[in-house]
């Protein structure tokens, strides 16, 4: 995150102004909603948590089979059984005291505060 945020671009236009401020901005301000906790959202959850994202949302519907263990590395055998986002979550929160992270496993949601 450090790089994209604190480096000049072309890409963005003439406004933007990297700097350590819009690194803090990011941080505190951004609310990301990850949808799917598997193979892909484990990987996406980790790298939002090492990036100091604070609000993330998680949604998956899904329970941890067997088969998830060998690929979705937040989960455990004695997870088996239990929703997707709910372990990610915990894990997370586990790893990340700071951040605040949603965790669900209903279709209708509201999302953000």
């Known amino acids: 995150m450090d790089y994209l945020l604190t480096r000049p671009s072309k890409f963005p ?8 401020e819009l690194k ?7 609310q990301i909603l990850v949808v799917g906790a598997g ?18 949302f998680v949604v998956d ?3 941890i089979e067997l088969s998830n263990l060998n690929r979705q ?12 986002s709910e372990v990610a979550r915990d894990f997370i929160k586990e790893k990340f ?7 669900s496993t209903k279709k209708n949601t509201r999302i953000f505060r």
Do not use: M, W, Y
């Open 13 to 20: 236009g003439n406004n933007f102004e990297p700097g350590q």
């Open 24 to 30: 803090k901005f990011f941080e505190e301000n951004s």
């Open 39 to 56: 193979g892909l959202g484990c990987e996406i959850l980790k790298n939002l948590a090492l990036c100091n994202v604070n609000h993330i």
């Open 61 to 63: 519907l899904d329970t």
């Open 73 to 84: 590395f937040l989960f455990r055998e004695k997870d088996i059984g239990k929703f997707k």
């Open 97 to 103: 005291k700071n951040i605040d992270i949603i965790a």
